[in-house]
């Protein structure tokens, strides 16, 4: 099974460089193993809050796509911090056609 690098930038402005990403693991998982601050995952990865939201780097956004109805109705909840290119890290699992993406995690303010 390959493997595949993230970038991830946690709400204290902190990069994290993850070189070994399994592939199938959610970024909410990612961050939650290795301390990222604001990664929160309260509801587990059932895409049932906002407590792991990034921002997709512009870059990738074509690669990683635009959220399905159900994690629109969740951003909508914190919708004074989202952007054009909010996810949700339960959502996103990593991939080849991910390897080398980059995340900035979303601000807390709205939890």
């Known amino acids: 099974m390959a493997n595949f690098k993230v970038t991830m ?17 959610n970024l909410m998982e990612l961050g939650r193993q290795n301390g990222v601050a604001g990664i929160m995952g309260d509801c587990g990865g059932g895409c049932a809050c906002a407590t792991c939201h990034v921002f997709v780097a512009e870059n ?9 109805d159900i994690e629109t109705a969740m951003l909508d909840m914190v919708s004074d911090v989202m952007q054009e290119t909010s996810r949700l890290g339960c959502q996103v699992k990593m ?3 991910l390897d080398g993406l980059e995340v900035t995690v979303a601000p807390m303010a709205a939890y």
């Open 60 to 68: 990738w956004w074509a690669k990683v796509g635009a959220p399905d």
């Open 9 to 25: 930038t946690d709400v204290d402005g902190v990069v994290h460089k993850f070189e070994d990403v399994a592939e199938g693991t």
């Open 95 to 97: 991939s080849a056609e």
